[in-house]
Protein backbone atom coordinates (compact mmCIF):
# COMPACT_ATOMS: atom_id res chain seq x y z
CA UNK A 1 0.00 0.00 0.00
CA UNK A 2 1.07 3.49 -1.14
CA UNK A 3 2.59 6.31 1.78
CA UNK A 4 -0.02 9.34 1.33
CA UNK A 5 1.72 12.51 0.34
CA UNK A 6 1.41 14.04 3.67
CA UNK A 7 3.19 11.41 5.48
CA UNK A 8 5.66 11.32 2.93
CA UNK A 9 6.49 14.97 3.54
CA UNK A 10 6.56 14.36 7.16
CA UNK A 11 9.09 11.07 6.65
CA UNK A 12 11.49 13.64 4.47
CA UNK A 13 11.32 16.77 7.30
CA UNK A 14 11.75 13.96 10.16
CA UNK A 15 15.43 12.57 8.07
CA UNK A 16 16.37 15.95 6.78
CA UNK A 17 16.41 16.32 10.87
CA UNK A 18 17.82 13.24 11.81
CA UNK A 19 20.69 13.54 9.03
CA UNK A 20 21.03 17.39 10.69
CA UNK A 21 21.69 16.10 14.18
CA UNK A 22 24.45 13.59 13.40
CA UNK A 23 26.18 15.85 11.23
CA UNK A 24 26.04 18.52 14.65
CA UNK A 25 26.56 15.48 17.34
CA UNK A 26 30.00 14.48 14.50
CA UNK A 27 31.49 18.09 14.38
CA UNK A 28 30.73 18.58 18.36
CA UNK A 29 32.61 15.63 18.63
CA UNK A 30 35.74 16.61 16.83
CA UNK A 31 35.32 20.16 18.11
CA UNK A 32 35.51 18.16 21.91
CA UNK A 33 38.46 16.21 21.02
CA UNK A 34 40.47 18.58 19.65
CA UNK A 35 43.69 20.35 21.87
CA UNK A 36 42.61 23.23 23.77
CA UNK A 37 45.25 25.78 22.81
CA UNK A 38 43.45 28.59 21.72
CA UNK A 39 45.18 30.92 19.01
CA UNK A 40 46.80 34.02 19.72
CA UNK A 41 43.84 36.03 17.38
CA UNK A 42 41.20 33.67 19.74
CA UNK A 43 42.27 35.22 22.77
CA UNK A 44 42.72 38.31 21.60
CA UNK A 45 39.07 38.56 20.91
CA UNK A 46 37.22 37.30 23.83
CA UNK A 47 38.26 33.52 24.06
CA UNK A 48 38.44 32.38 27.99
CA UNK A 49 43.09 31.68 27.84
CA UNK A 50 43.86 28.08 28.71
CA UNK A 51 47.89 28.70 28.37
CA UNK A 52 50.11 30.96 29.46
CA UNK A 53 52.14 32.80 27.17
CA UNK A 54 55.75 34.48 27.55
CA UNK A 55 55.91 37.42 25.32
CA UNK A 56 59.18 38.40 23.33
CA UNK A 57 61.50 40.45 24.24
CA UNK A 58 64.04 42.47 22.34
CA UNK A 59 67.70 41.42 22.16
CA UNK A 60 69.44 42.36 25.83
CA UNK A 61 66.15 43.55 27.43
CA UNK A 62 65.02 39.99 29.34
CA UNK A 63 62.18 41.57 31.47
CA UNK A 64 58.86 42.88 30.77
CA UNK A 65 55.84 44.48 32.81
CA UNK A 66 52.47 45.04 30.77
CA UNK A 67 51.19 48.27 31.69
CA UNK A 68 47.49 48.13 29.07
CA UNK A 69 45.64 45.82 26.72
CA UNK A 70 42.80 46.32 24.08
CA UNK A 71 40.31 44.61 22.86
CA UNK A 72 42.47 43.47 20.19
CA UNK A 73 45.15 42.04 22.00
CA UNK A 74 47.30 43.93 21.71
CA UNK A 75 49.57 44.48 24.20
CA UNK A 76 51.76 47.65 25.60
CA UNK A 77 54.15 48.27 28.36
CA UNK A 78 58.54 48.22 28.99
CA UNK A 79 61.22 45.89 28.60
CA UNK A 80 64.55 46.29 30.53
CA UNK A 81 67.81 44.33 30.88
CA UNK A 82 67.53 44.39 34.61
CA UNK A 83 70.98 46.17 34.94
CA UNK A 84 71.32 48.97 37.50
CA UNK A 85 71.11 52.34 36.05
CA UNK A 86 69.38 50.90 33.29
CA UNK A 87 65.94 52.27 32.41
CA UNK A 88 63.07 50.45 30.73
CA UNK A 89 62.12 50.94 27.24
CA UNK A 90 58.55 51.36 25.90
CA UNK A 91 57.03 48.81 23.74
CA UNK A 92 54.22 46.97 21.96
CA UNK A 93 53.24 43.63 21.70
CA UNK A 94 50.57 43.23 18.61
CA UNK A 95 48.18 40.59 18.61
CA UNK A 96 50.55 37.84 17.15
CA UNK A 97 52.95 38.29 20.20
CA UNK A 98 55.07 40.89 17.68
CA UNK A 99 57.31 42.81 19.87
CA UNK A 100 58.06 46.29 18.56
CA UNK A 101 60.09 48.96 20.40
CA UNK A 102 58.05 52.49 20.70
CA UNK A 103 61.15 55.00 20.06
CA UNK A 104 61.83 58.15 22.02
CA UNK A 105 63.06 61.43 20.69
CA UNK A 106 66.42 61.34 19.49
CA UNK A 107 68.73 61.82 22.36
CA UNK A 108 66.48 60.35 24.94
CA UNK A 109 67.45 56.62 25.87
CA UNK A 110 64.50 55.68 27.88
CA UNK A 111 60.82 55.51 27.05
CA UNK A 112 57.83 54.33 29.25
CA UNK A 113 53.92 53.22 28.11
CA UNK A 114 50.82 54.71 30.51
CA UNK A 115 47.64 53.60 28.09
CA UNK A 116 46.26 52.71 24.88
CA UNK A 117 42.76 52.72 23.53
CA UNK A 118 41.26 49.62 20.82
CA UNK A 119 42.59 52.25 17.57
CA UNK A 120 46.17 51.33 18.97
CA UNK A 121 47.15 54.64 19.80
CA UNK A 122 49.42 54.25 22.59
CA UNK A 123 50.21 57.34 25.28
CA UNK A 124 53.68 57.62 27.15
CA UNK A 125 57.09 59.40 27.33
CA UNK A 126 60.82 59.71 27.54
CA UNK A 127 63.83 60.94 28.86
CA UNK A 128 67.22 61.21 28.66
CA UNK A 129 67.15 60.26 32.73
CA UNK A 130 64.61 58.55 34.10
CA UNK A 131 65.50 59.49 37.46
CA UNK A 132 65.06 63.19 36.29
CA UNK A 133 61.47 63.50 35.89
CA UNK A 134 61.85 65.29 32.91
CA UNK A 135 61.09 64.59 29.16
CA UNK A 136 58.59 64.76 27.13
CA UNK A 137 54.81 62.81 26.40
CA UNK A 138 55.04 61.20 23.56
CA UNK A 139 51.94 59.41 21.39
CA UNK A 140 52.44 56.52 19.32
CA UNK A 141 50.33 55.30 16.10
CA UNK A 142 48.98 52.06 15.09
CA UNK A 143 51.67 52.43 12.58
CA UNK A 144 54.32 53.40 15.36
CA UNK A 145 54.61 56.81 14.22
CA UNK A 146 55.58 59.13 17.12
CA UNK A 147 54.48 62.46 18.58
CA UNK A 148 56.48 64.54 20.73
CA UNK A 149 53.68 66.55 22.88
CA UNK A 150 56.42 68.97 24.15
CA UNK A 151 59.24 69.61 26.64
CA UNK A 152 58.07 69.08 30.05
CA UNK A 153 54.52 67.38 29.71
CA UNK A 154 53.18 64.26 30.43
CA UNK A 155 50.40 62.17 29.35
CA UNK A 156 47.71 60.46 31.56
CA UNK A 157 44.89 59.62 29.85
CA UNK A 158 43.05 58.88 26.44
CA UNK A 159 39.38 57.89 25.36
CA UNK A 160 38.73 56.13 22.40
CA UNK A 161 38.67 58.83 19.82
CA UNK A 162 42.31 60.21 21.20
CA UNK A 163 41.26 63.04 23.34
CA UNK A 164 44.67 62.73 25.94
CA UNK A 165 44.74 63.92 29.08
CA UNK A 166 47.92 65.47 31.07
CA UNK A 167 50.04 68.00 32.43
CA UNK A 168 51.88 70.95 30.99
CA UNK A 169 54.89 72.95 32.82
CA UNK A 170 53.59 76.10 34.08
CA UNK A 171 53.59 79.56 32.18
CA UNK A 172 55.93 80.70 35.36
CA UNK A 173 58.83 78.73 35.44
CA UNK A 174 59.10 79.81 38.99
CA UNK A 175 56.14 77.98 40.00
CA UNK A 176 56.48 74.42 41.11
CA UNK A 177 52.85 73.84 39.77
CA UNK A 178 51.57 72.02 36.66
CA UNK A 179 48.40 72.42 34.84
CA UNK A 180 46.01 69.90 33.49
CA UNK A 181 45.70 69.97 29.40
CA UNK A 182 43.85 68.22 26.94
CA UNK A 183 45.13 67.59 23.25
CA UNK A 184 42.55 67.31 20.81
CA UNK A 185 43.02 64.59 18.03
CA UNK A 186 44.44 66.69 15.58
CA UNK A 187 47.26 67.89 18.43
CA UNK A 188 45.73 71.11 19.73
CA UNK A 189 46.37 71.60 22.90
CA UNK A 190 43.90 73.48 25.76
CA UNK A 191 44.92 74.35 29.31
CA UNK A 192 42.16 72.92 31.46
CA UNK A 193 41.34 75.55 33.82
CA UNK A 194 41.99 75.69 37.53
CA UNK A 195 39.78 76.58 40.76
CA UNK A 196 41.57 80.11 42.22
CA UNK A 197 44.33 79.72 44.56
CA UNK A 198 45.03 76.01 43.75
CA UNK A 199 49.08 75.21 42.87
CA UNK A 200 48.11 72.43 39.74
CA UNK A 201 45.85 70.19 38.52
CA UNK A 202 46.63 66.39 37.56
CA UNK A 203 43.75 65.09 35.11
CA UNK A 204 43.34 61.24 35.73
CA UNK A 205 39.93 60.24 33.54
CA UNK A 206 38.36 60.89 30.67
CA UNK A 207 35.25 60.24 28.82
CA UNK A 208 34.31 59.41 25.30
CA UNK A 209 33.08 63.37 25.05
CA UNK A 210 36.02 64.39 26.24
CA UNK A 211 34.76 65.34 29.72
CA UNK A 212 38.04 64.94 31.99
CA UNK A 213 38.42 64.44 36.02
CA UNK A 214 41.38 65.05 38.21
CA UNK A 215 42.19 66.83 41.05
CA UNK A 216 44.34 69.92 42.47
CA UNK A 217 47.40 69.53 44.34
CA UNK A 218 49.56 71.77 46.28
CA UNK A 219 52.69 70.67 46.40
CA UNK A 220 52.73 69.41 49.68
CA UNK A 221 53.37 65.59 49.67
CA UNK A 222 49.92 65.10 52.09
CA UNK A 223 46.95 63.69 49.65
CA UNK A 224 44.45 65.81 51.74
CA UNK A 225 45.12 68.85 50.08
CA UNK A 226 43.13 68.42 47.06
CA UNK A 227 40.02 69.12 45.64
CA UNK A 228 37.59 67.00 43.25
CA UNK A 229 37.81 68.38 39.92
CA UNK A 230 35.54 67.68 36.68
CA UNK A 231 36.46 69.91 33.51
CA UNK A 232 33.33 70.00 31.12
CA UNK A 233 34.61 69.86 27.58
CA UNK A 234 35.07 72.95 26.47
CA UNK A 235 37.71 73.33 29.86
CA UNK A 236 36.07 74.93 32.24
CA UNK A 237 36.77 73.49 35.95
CA UNK A 238 34.08 72.65 38.42
CA UNK A 239 35.03 71.76 41.75
CA UNK A 240 32.82 68.79 43.30
CA UNK A 241 31.20 68.82 46.37
CA UNK A 242 31.68 66.81 49.29
CA UNK A 243 29.69 65.34 51.80
CA UNK A 244 30.05 64.63 55.39
CA UNK A 245 31.68 68.29 56.28
CA UNK A 246 35.31 66.61 54.81
CA UNK A 247 37.51 69.24 53.34
CA UNK A 248 39.56 67.03 50.68
CA UNK A 249 38.61 64.93 47.76
CA UNK A 250 40.00 63.07 44.26
CA UNK A 251 38.36 62.46 41.28
CA UNK A 252 39.45 59.29 39.46
CA UNK A 253 37.36 57.82 37.07
CA UNK A 254 34.43 59.53 34.40
CA UNK A 255 32.08 56.77 32.28
CA UNK A 256 30.36 57.85 28.97
CA UNK A 257 27.23 58.71 31.18
CA UNK A 258 29.09 61.33 33.23
CA UNK A 259 29.12 59.07 36.56
CA UNK A 260 32.20 60.27 38.70
CA UNK A 261 34.13 57.88 40.76
CA UNK A 262 36.99 58.58 43.01
CA UNK A 263 37.98 58.87 46.66
CA UNK A 264 37.39 61.35 49.69
CA UNK A 265 39.46 61.93 52.45
CA UNK A 266 39.21 61.53 56.25
CA UNK A 267 41.61 63.20 58.45
CA UNK A 268 43.02 61.44 61.30
CA UNK A 269 46.83 61.67 63.20
CA UNK A 270 48.54 60.18 60.13
CA UNK A 271 50.55 61.94 57.77
CA UNK A 272 48.51 60.41 55.11
CA UNK A 273 43.97 60.34 55.11
CA UNK A 274 41.82 57.41 54.97
CA UNK A 275 39.87 56.94 51.83
CA UNK A 276 36.42 56.91 51.26
CA UNK A 277 35.15 55.71 47.68
CA UNK A 278 33.07 58.01 46.08
CA UNK A 279 30.54 58.60 43.46
CA UNK A 280 29.36 62.11 42.18
CA UNK A 281 26.27 61.56 39.77
CA UNK A 282 25.27 63.89 36.81
Known amino acids: MSTPAPARAIL ?12 ATAT ?20 APSVAVVLPTPPGTPFGDPTGVNRLGVVIGSVSSGNPGD ?27 VALNDAGTVIGGGTADPDSGAGHAL ?20 N ?64 EYQQAVRWSSDGTATVLPLAGGEQYAAALFVNDAGLVAGVQLLHGSAMYASHLAVVWRP
Do not use: E, K, M
Open 160 to 223: ASGHIAGTVPPADPDTARRDAALWRPGGARRTLGAPAGVSGTVPSGINAAAVVVGYTWSGIPAR
Open 28 to 47: AAVAFAAPAVPSAAAVGRGT
Open 87 to 113: GPRAVRWDDDHTVAVLDPLPGDHYGRT
Open 12 to 23: RTANALRAAVAV
Open 139 to 158: VWGADHSRRDLGAGTSATVL
